[in-house]
C-alpha cells in the first residue's frame, strides 16, 4: 500500500493542482459569480479535495528533514473550522461574488487551513501525524459535519440567504433551489473527501491495532490535553472495559 501510494503521490500533487485550476478559471469561477450551487463547489473543492490530494501528493517529500509545526494537532483542527465557517458566512460569500481579489483570498486561506489539517490526518513524508488514528477520524468527521451543518441550514432556508446571488422570479434558475443545490454539494464534496478516510483510518486501527483500548486510552489524553474533551468520545469508541 505504501509504495503504491509514493509512486501515486506526483499524480496526487498534479491532481490537486488541477482541481484548484478547475474551479478557480472559467468556467466554474464565472458561473460561482452568479449561482449558489457553483460557488458551493469551489468552497468544497478548495477546503477539502484540494488540500487532501496536495498533502497526499507531498510536493515537500525531497526535504532533508521535516520541518517544523509549531502548532499542536487541535489548534490545526480549530483552525480550520473557523476559516471553513467563516467563509460560508453570507457576507464572505456576498463578498466573493462581487470581487475576484475575495475569491483568491478565499482560495488561499482555505488551502492553507486544509493542508494545516491533513498534515495532522494522513503521513505526508517527511511529515507523519501526531495523533492516533481514532482521533485522526473524529478529527476528520468534526471537518465534514461543521460543513454539512451549514449545508442542512442553507437546504431548508425559505429565504435567500445571499444577496449578491438574489434574482427575479421566471429569470433563470430559482435562488432556493440554486440554494438546495448548493446545501447538496456542501454534502456531496466533504463526504465524498472525508467519508472514505474515516472508514479506512478506522479499519487499519481495528486490524493492525495490537491493543485498542490502550489506544483509546491515548485518544482520551490527548483530548483531555487539548481541553477539546475526554468525556465525550462516541460511544462506539468507549473501550470494553469502561
Excluded at 6 to 11: F, Y
Excluded at 41 to 49: C, E, I, P, S, T
Excluded at 188 to 195: D, H, K, M, Q, Y
Aim: glycine share 8%.
Amino acid at each position: 500500500m505504501s509504495s503504491w501510494l509514493d509512486r501515486a503521490r506526483p499524480v496526487l500533487a498534479a491532481l490537486a493542482v488541477l482541481a484548484a485550476a478547475a474551479v478557480l478559471l472559467p468556467p466554474v469561477a464565472t458561473d460561482a459569480r452568479h449561482y449558489v450551487f457553483a460557488q458551493a463547489l469551489q468552497f468544497g473543492v478548495l477546503a477539502f479535495a484540494v488540500p487532501a490530494l496536495l498533502v497526499l501528493g507531498a510536493p515537500w517529500r525531497n526535504l532533508a528533514a521535516a520541518p517544523p509545526r509549531p502548532w499542536p494537532p487541535w489548534a490545526a483542527l480549530l483552525g480550520f473550522l473557523g476559516v471553513a465557517i467563516a467563509w460560508r458566512l453570507p457576507i464572505a460569500v456576498n463578498a466573493a461574488a462581487r470581487n475576484h481579489l475575495v475569491v483568491i483570498a478565499e482560495a488561499v486561506t482555505l488551502v492553507a487551513a486544509g493542508c494545516a489539517l491533513w498534515l495532522e490526518l494522513v503521513a505526508s513524508p517527511p511529515l507523519s501525524p501526531r495523533i492516533s488514528r481514532p482521533l485522526r477520524a473524529l478529527f476528520a468527521a468534526l471537518a465534514m459535519w461543521s460543513v454539512w451543518a451549514i449545508g442542512y441550514i442553507l437546504g431548508f432556508s425559505g429565504t435567500t440567504w445571499f444577496a449578491s446571488y438574489a434574482r427575479p422570479a421566471g429569470h433563470g434558475l430559482s435562488i432556493l433551489v440554486d440554494q438546495q443545490i448548493g446545501a447538496a454539494l456542501l454534502w456531496a464534496v466533504p463526504g465524498v473527501v472525508c467519508v472514505p478516510f474515516i472508514y479506512v483510518c478506522l479499519m487499519s486501527w481495528l486490524r493492525d491495532g495490537s491493543d485498542p483500548d490502550g489506544e483509546l486510552g491515548a485518544v482520551r489524553s490527548q483530548l483531555g490535553g487539548s481541553g477539546l474533551g475526554a468525556e465525550r468520545l462516541p460511544r462506539g469508541w468507549r473501550s470494553r472495559g469502561a
